[in-house]
Each structure stands twice: as C-alpha cells, then as structure tokens.
DNA sequence: GCCTGCCGTGAGAGCGCTCTCTGGAGACAT
DNA sequence: ATGTCTCCAGAGAGCGCTCTCACGGCAGGC
C-alpha cells in the first residue's frame, strides 16, 4: 500500500499542546465535556478538529477495561449455515443494533475442535465484551466455553442443557417456534385437511423439535409415520415428503419446518402430479423471502423476524453488559421468545 | 451475568514472579521464545500454564501498533447483499484465512451516508490492520474512503475507478467474468443454438459489465433487443426473460449473468410452455449450491470459486501488510483474477 | 477584608505490554 | 591466566490514554 511513512496520528499530548491545555482537560472534551468551562471545551473541540483526532482505542482500553466489541461466535459444523440466508439476516440485524450503540461486531467462526479452542482462547483473552453464540446443536459446547471465560453471553435459539441452574442463568432470544407451527397446522385444518404429515428438521436442534411439539399440540394423534425427518436442505425435504407420499399416499396436508424443505416437497409433489394446493395443501416455516415467495405456488408459511431477533440478541446483550457494573447482583434480564405470524400465500 | 467478582486475570508480572525470572524473559517466551534457554523457557511455560495466563491484547496492541485484526467492510445499500449467499460464502472463505494467521475479522456493516463516515472514522482510528472492502456499485465511496484513512486495502470485485493511478495501486480480487462468459455462450453455440439472448446484471455493476462484454465477445454481432437487464433477483430475471421473449419469440438460448436470475426465467419459459432444454437452452452464472443444483431441471452454470476468492482476499491484504514494513518501496503485489469453470448440468 | 467551600484545571500515577540497552557470565583464542 | 567476543537475562523507558487527587481561584458568608 502506498501510504505515505504514515503521517504519525496525534496523540492527545498534541491536542492538549495545540490548545494550550492539559491532556486532562482535552480527555474530559474528547468524552463529552462534562465540567469543562464552555470556551475551553470549544478551543479543545477545534484543536482536534484541525489536528484531525482520533483517540487510540488500544490506549483507552487498556486503561478502561472495555472495548467496544462484541463476539458473535458461529459453530459452523456443516456449511449448511452459511448457505442459507438465516445467519445473514440475523447478523444484519446484530450488526444494526451494535453500530447504534458504537460497538464493534467481531466475527468468530468454528469448525469445532481445534477452533473451538481458538475461539475459546480469544473470548478468554479479553478481546471482546460480550458475546453472541449461535450453535446449532444441542450438544456443542462452545456456551460452556463462553461461561467459563467469564464472557457475558446471549444465545440465539433456545439452548437445551439439562441443568436447569445453567439453563435459568443463560439468556437467549428464540422465536415462538411451537405457537408458530400450531398456526400452521390449525391452518390445514381449516382447509379441511384430513392427512396431514409433518416435515421435521434434524432432531437434535432444539427449534426442530419445538416446532414438532406444535404439530403434536394440536394433532395429538398423529403416529410416527405420518412425520419424517429431513435435514433443512431442500434434498433433504424432497426425500421426507418421497418417503412420506409412501407410506400415506392419501395424505392431503404438509407442513414443514422449513421454507427450503417446503420447495423440495413442493418439487417432489409436482413430479408426482399432485396439485398444489387443491390435492396436497403445503405450509412451511421461515418466511424466508428468497424461498418462499419464489416456490411455485408461492408458500404460505409461518414468518419469524430473523432480523429482528437478532437486534434484540445485541440489545439484550449491552443491557446485561452496562447491570452488570451494577454492585448490587443479578439484573432483571430475561430470555426474549419473539411472536411468530402465519403469512397466506397460494400454497395453503 | 453471574460472574464471580471476576477474578482479576494474571499479568506478564505475575508469571515472572512465579517463574522467578523478568517480565522481558516472560515475554520472550509467550512470543515464541526465541533466545531463551531452555530450561528457563520450561519454567516460564509452566507458570503460564498454572496462572492461566493470556496476554492482553490492547496493552500489546498499543505498543506494537499491531492489533491483529482485518475489518471486512460491507456496502449493503439494498438488502440484496444478504438475502443471496455470494457474501456468506466469501466471507467464509476470509475467515478461514485469517484464522489460520491469528487474525480477527471485524464486520462492518454500511448502509451509506452516515454510516459510511462512521466506517471510515472507525478505519481512520487505527483499530484495524487492513480492510476487506465489498461495495457493489461503481460509483460507492467506501475505498476512497479507506484510501484516505491510510488502510491497507483489498477490494472483492473489479472496481471501477476512472483515475487509472489510482487503479494501479489498487489491489483487488476478482474472477475471470468475462472468460466464464464466454464459455457459457460457447456453451450455448455447441448446442447449436441460433438465436441466443442474455439477461444482464445491473450495469453499473462491473461483474455485470464483464459478463456482458464476454458475451458479445463470442456474439458481436447481436443487437440491443438481445439483452435485457435484471437486478440479479429470481424476480428481476424473471421479468428479464418475459421482455425477451416478447422481442425474440424465437429465441432458443439463454445466458443469464447469475444463476437466481436464470432461475426466475426458467420459471417464465415453464410457464410458456418452452422446453428446457429442448425448445430454450439456458446458461446461469455462479454456480451457487442453493439455486444451481435445484432449479429444474438443474442449470448448466459457470462456477466460481466464491470461498476461494474471500481466501485470496484475505490472503493477498495479510501478504500486503507484511510487506508495507519493508522500507524499500512497494512490494511486488498484484490484483488477482480466479479462473471460473463450465459445469455442465441438464438446462444445456 | 478574611475564611470557608466549591468548581474547574493540571499533575502524575498507572493500565500491561514490548523492546532497547546494559551488564554479567561463559566460551574461546591468545 | 588474561582479554575478547558472544549470548542471555534484567532493568527501565515508554506506548496513549483515564482517573484520582491536589491545588488555585473565585464566590459567598461572616
């Protein structure tokens, strides 16, 4: 990079020269000027003006302990996570949030194993405020880990560990992934749907299995094999609803944990000459905008604000960073379920 | 956060009390211990190990003017960026890089204007090593910017700057457009195809430019009313290919400038009752797992190696920054073109 | 007009680390 | 045995900032 031999920054010593002033006072000014005399604060203001300022964050937090920056940690096992949009929109809304309150985002992703342990290392190393962890599966370790650094964390989706001490300590934020799937379910029947199938996500993630217990809420009857598990790919919903056509070839309703898995049973249904909606009637899970709206037919589903839940991640983060200085212990912070809202398009 | 009144974490003075030797030595050992004897380095380690000693970051930071960290910037003036995977992928392939190197990304997320200057008073306060910059119109401020702040730079695309010095210095990664353009209406003529159309992306888009001109390349002679321009949505191709059939209702070829958009126009010409790719052959662009594998029938595309440019990125601005120290000039650095690859799936 | 009290400013001590510089100890040649 | 050179460890000076504390000046009360 052709930088000129980087003109050295100013350092508050220079604006405190400039102005004729103490590094004291310019320190007061540069952090809003309380009890600073008016003409002082704006001959501070211009000098750093003129000088072009800019603190060095390094310098000031090592002094102040705080740094600005807040951890979202990724286990990302399978790319599966990052090819679907979910992660992206959630990061979006993250990302808002933080900037609102000049906060950095810094991103980790793991493989697991040995980056687990990187990941570790570097939440122990202070570098961070807090952090928000995603983890796919129920047993990844890496909140354990974030505990154990001592780092202040919120979960995105529910953490499903069988200590109830730790569970009740640990905040996350979740969509109300049971009440959205009894929607959508309640939705068949008053299609009149008779068969109605469900197609689960992976069992070992605790939203899958939310958004089961709503299917079974409301059609406690139903046996096993009117549900089949695919894996949030669209093959994978193809082969749920293939297997599902076998074993109930009247089945008249589908509903699926997820949009993707929706258009890979909407692609199986077409090939096997089942109209949509009018022979089999399909409801998914996501409202992911790409997916759903571009399925032919376009797909009634249940929408969560992904965006939205992760603002609330963030803000939910820096209130528990700022009660925390609090001396006299726990803040009243508690986990946030988000509503869910079914959304009618042509598929049911 | 129920966290013990946190244990005030050890420092390099603690360990060489311990160990019983200098801070110096101790920090000699924790940075690789080079010129230290052996035994010493044993009993320093060990007293690392038993005080669980991790180094402060911004204390070093401030000393070595070196804060390990790459911010990846983001210009996500329409959501776009972040509904489509391309941006996941690349950034995956960023942070494998910069883990395997001990760096951390930083994300920042702009929507313009007042964002972007926080951006660049951000880059500009020195918290930062390098930038990753993605701004996806030509005319997007954001390297300018970074230019100004004296950061090292590496732009994800061609970008689109008339001062040709300013060109010059630029380092960028990009792949080969233009050439997978070309191959994919090769692609078309082997067919046999007559009468081939292109579905362009926005143009003031340099990827879309490139596309473009690949195609006319093989295709010089065809007219205007053969190409239509999209927005690089399922939606924008869609409406892309109805104006085309309209003006070529013959038309037996197709080359679409991103696999979403070729995915809209398959939907049209199903829905107009044109075989693929019997009656119409089409081309996509990206090879994007998501879209390319299930359209139907499944799209003949140019891949891209998206993961692999996010690497070379990181890659060539670690490479740039390492070098900037050498006292002797520039370093012998140049942008970078991926090579992109025909594959061959049913849509021609 | 002097003392008390307060407000606004400056001086200075670190925060935890790196890095240069100095000095002591040992190896080798004389 | 003496001198020279090399190598390794320690002392100490900052990096740029915040924050406590002390002090000087001015208002108000007597």
Same mark, same amino acid.
């Given at each position: 990079?052709?930088?000129? @031999?980087?003109?050295?920054?100013?350092?508050?010593? =220079?604006?405190?020269?400039?102005?004729?002033?103490?590094?004291?006072?310019?320190?007061?000014?540069?952090?809003?000027?309380?009890?600073?005399?008016?003409?002082?604060?704006?001959?501070?203001?211009?000098?750093?003006?003129?000088?072009?300022?800019?603190?060095?964050?390094?310098?000031?937090?090592?002094?102040?302990?705080?740094?600005?920056? *807040?951890?979202?940690?990724? =286990?990302? @096992?399978?790319?599966?996570?990052?090819?679907d949009p979910f992660f992206a929109q959630q990061v979006r809304g993250i990302?808002?949030?933080? +900037?609102?309150?000049?906060?950095?985002?810094?991103?980790? /992703?793991?493989?697991?194993?040995?980056?687990?342990?990187?990941?570790?290392?570097?939440?122990?190393?202070?570098?961070?405020?807090?952090?928000?962890?995603?983890?796919?599966? +129920?047993?990844?370790?890496?909140?354990?880990?974030?505990?154990? +650094?001592?780092?202040?964390?919120? *979960?995105?989706?529910?953490?499903?560990?069988?200590?109830?001490?730790?569970?009740?300590? %640990?905040?996350?934020?979740?969509?109300?992934?049971?009440?959205?799937?009894?929607? =959508?379910?309640?939705? /068949?029947?008053?299609?009149?749907?008779?068969?109605?199938?469900?197609? =689960?996500?992976? #069992?070992?993630?605790?939203?899958?299995?939310?958004?089961?217990?709503?299917?079974?809420?409301?059609?406690?009857?139903?046996?096993?094999?009117? *549900?089949?598990?695919?894996?949030? %790919? @669209?093959?994978?919903?193809?082969?749920?609803?293939?297997?599902?056509?076998?074993?109930?070839?009247?089945?008249?309703?589908?509903?699926?944990?997820?949009?993707?898995?929706?258009?890979?049973? #909407?692609?199986? #249904?077409?090939?096997?000459?089942?109209?949509?909606?009018?022979?089999?009637?399909?409801?998914?899970?996501d409202?992911m905008v790409?997916?759903?709206?571009?399925?032919?037919?376009? /797909?009634? %589903?249940?929408?969560?604000d992904i965006e939205e839940m992760g603002?609330?991640?963030?803000?939910?983060? /820096?209130?528990?960073?700022?009660?925390?200085?609090?001396?006299?212990?726990?803040?009243?912070?508690?986990?946030? *379920? %988000?509503?869910?809202?079914?959304?009618?398009?042509?598929?049911?």
């Amino acid at each position: 990079m052709p930088v000129p @031999p980087s003109a050295p920054r100013p350092t508050l010593e =220079a604006v405190a020269a400039r102005a004729g002033v103490s590094r004291a006072t310019v320190s007061r000014v540069v952090n809003g000027g309380a009890g600073v005399r008016g003409p002082l604060v704006a001959r501070v203001r211009a000098a750093v003006e003129e000088l072009g300022y800019v603190p060095n964050q390094a310098a000031r937090t090592l002094v102040t302990r705080r740094n600005g920056a *807040i951890a979202v940690v990724v =286990a990302e @096992p399978e790319s599966r996570f990052f090819t679907d949009p979910f992660f992206a929109q959630q990061v979006r809304g993250i990302s808002r949030e933080l +900037a609102a309150h000049d906060n950095q985002l810094v991103l980790l /992703l793991t493989g697991g194993g040995a980056d687990h342990e990187r990941v570790g290392r570097y939440l122990t190393g202070g570098h961070v405020d807090g952090a928000l962890i995603f983890s796919l599966h +129920a047993d990844d370790s890496l909140p354990v880990i974030a505990r154990k +650094a001592g780092v202040p964390t919120v *979960i995105g989706g529910r953490p499903t560990w069988p200590d109830p001490d730790a569970r009740r300590r %640990t905040l996350y934020v979740d969509c109300d992934n049971r009440g959205g799937a009894r929607d =959508a379910v309640r939705r /068949l029947l008053a299609l009149g749907r008779q068969r109605i199938v469900h197609i =689960a996500g992976p #069992l070992d993630q605790p939203a899958s299995v939310d958004r089961l217990d709503g299917f079974r809420d409301v059609l406690p009857g139903v046996g096993a094999p009117m *549900i089949a598990e695919g894996d949030f %790919t @669209p093959e994978g919903g193809a082969r749920a609803m293939e297997r599902l056509l076998e074993r109930s070839p009247d089945l008249d309703g589908v509903f699926a944990a997820s949009d993707v898995m929706a258009s890979g049973a #909407l692609r199986v #249904l077409r090939s096997r000459g089942r109209r949509v909606p009018d022979d089999v009637a399909v409801v998914g899970f996501d409202d992911m905008v790409s997916v759903a709206e571009w399925t032919d037919p376009p /797909l009634t %589903t249940v929408r969560q604000d992904i965006e939205e839940m992760g603002r609330l991640m963030a803000q939910l983060l /820096l209130h528990a960073l700022e009660s925390e200085s609090d001396p006299d212990g726990l803040p009243a912070l508690s986990s946030i *379920i %988000t509503p869910t809202r079914l959304v009618v398009r042509d598929s049911a």
